[in-house]
């Protein structure tokens, strides 16, 4: 599975961003997506992800109400809605495909695939 993400950019506060992340591969439905984000000096931290599994949703406190995963096994990819965009939500953001156990749903290192990153610039 290769993935390419997109849809980054620069965003004022309040504002709203929609990532998108394309696979290749007859098998995407059968991977669990999710995304993560890295911000200047910091460590890589989930974001939101969606189980093929019943296809449960899951978010980080911080971006829980703002952002939405969904993902559309038609056209091989997964999106990220962004509203209500803050300064912190600044970072590059990864696609990832994995096929996690529920516990390990939020830990980047059970996913196998990675994009390349988007970068998110949201100004105050």
């Known amino acids: 599975v290769q993935l390419q993400a997109s849809g980054g950019g620069l965003a004022q506060a309040g504002g709203s961003l929609r990532l998108s992340c394309a696979a290749s591969g007859r098998t995407f439905n059968t991977y669990g997506m999710a995304w993560f984000r890295q911000a200047p000096g910091k460590e890589r931290e989930f974001v939101a992800a969606h189980r093929v599994s019943g296809g449960y949703t899951y978010y980080a406190d911080s971006v829980k109400g703002r952002f939405t995963i969904s993902r559309d096994n038609a056209k091989n990819t997964v999106y990220l809605q962004m509203n209500s965009l803050k300064p912190e939500d600044t970072a590059v953001y990864y696609c990832?495909?994995?096929?996690?156990?529920?516990?390990?749903?939020?830990?980047?290192?059970?996913?196998?695939?990675w994009g390349q990153g988007t970068l998110v610039t949201v100004s105050s």
């Open positions: 990832a495909a994995g096929k996690p156990i529920l516990s390990a749903t939020r830990d980047s290192r059970v996913y196998t695939y």
